[in-house]
């Protein structure tokens, strides 16, 4: 019998280090795909999701869409009121963006810098560009205080979408974000600008 009672106290004892190990493992893993100033994911963890929403929308039939958004003047704001500061509006900045983002699937991560990314697996172009326009609202009516001095932020957006026929790679998907993004910031800032098309020769045409 104490034999009996050994043996199932060394089974609840390994099984209690095998759970805490996996919490560990778990935890680990957690804090490798997140970003730790704004707890969104990270780069490594959008770059694997993206690979596998693409192949996910190929094989659904449905199309994948990629916000690119970089907050204007952000340089600015880190030289005018410091870097702890510039620390609070990305932090402010990242919430709003996934308060955006709450369907399954549905991924905001901190691209790095004050770029943030958004994927939204099973969306169109017409409706991406309505909820980038509509974080942009978001992030400017956003009320940040430096010291008594009121502060506003302004955000501008890329938007691509990537039709599941289309043979570009996600890579061509981000640069046309990227583009569009750019020409949002060309275009005077603080607005949405949509890539209409990739186009075979990967160009981008602006919407």
Known sequence: MKSWKRVVARTKALEEVRHGLELANAELLRLSSTDPLT????????????EDEVRRGRRNGTPL???LGDIDHFKRVNDSYGHPFGDECLRQVAAVLQQHCQRAGDLAARYGGEEF???LPATGGPQAVLLAERMRQDVERLELD?????VSLTISFGVATLDPQAAASPLELLSAADRALYEAKRSGRNCVVEAADLGPDGATVFA
Do not use: K, P, S, Y
Not at 43 to 48: K, P, V
């Open 146 to 150: 430096c010291d008594g001095e009121r």
């Open 117 to 119: 990314v958004i994927t």
């Open 65 to 67: 869409t990629v916000l």
């Open 39 to 50: 707890h969104l994911a990270n780069r490594r963890q959008f770059d694997q999701l993206l």
